[in-house]
């Protein structure tokens, strides 16, 4: 079976990233896969994008990487004057070619993991990057939530929640 090492919520955090991926190196996977929100909210926005783009995973659009890419989605999002000027400020530190790699990020993917086993990864939910999936999600609203996943195994980023 595939060994996949699954990192997500960055926000700008290289130290952390990079003693993430320091364990992951010494663990010994496959492939790691990116669930998204790697360059705002933090101190390295650039740093953490560069790092990424080296590692060339797949990443998933995370709701802060494309309030980098769309700056008015943030309002629809958060009411805090604090998030929109983040996303200002690490915008503004962010290169046009930085800009372009959060643009390739995918909406959501399904990874096979040998035999008759798939992982499908998404940010949020299946349905939005902004959505929640945390343990009192009704089970009514999350069979809605996962309604068009056919995977085995699931994974999203996005609640800050293990």
Not at 2 to 8: H, P, Q
Not at 60 to 74: A, K, R, T, Y
Request: aromatic share 4%; glycine share 6%.
């Amino acid at each position: 079976m595939t060994r996949i090492a699954l990192i997500s919520d960055v926000h700008s955090n290289e130290v952390a990233l990079r003693a993430v991926l320091a364990d992951i190196r010494r663990t010994g996977v496959d492939q790691i896969i990116c669930l998204g929100d790697v360059a705002n909210l933090g101190p390295q926005p650039n740093a953490v994008v560069e790092i990424l783009a080296e590692l060339g995973c797949p990443s998933i659009m995370g709701n802060h990487d494309e309030f980098l890419l769309e700056p008015e989605f943030v309002h629809s999002y958060a009411q805090s004057p604090r998030v929109a000027a983040s996303v200002e400020w690490s915008r503004s530190k962010l290169s046009s070619v930085e800009l372009d790699f959060v643009r390739s990020f995918e909406r959501d993917r399904e990874i096979d993991l040998g035999g008759a086993s798939t992982l499908y990864v998404f940010h949020g939910s299946p349905r939005s990057n902004v959505e929640d999936i945390v343990a009192t999600t009704s089970t009514d609203i999350l069979d809605e939530m996962l309604a068009r996943a056919t995977a085995t195994v699931m994974a999203g980023g996005h609640t800050h929640i293990q």
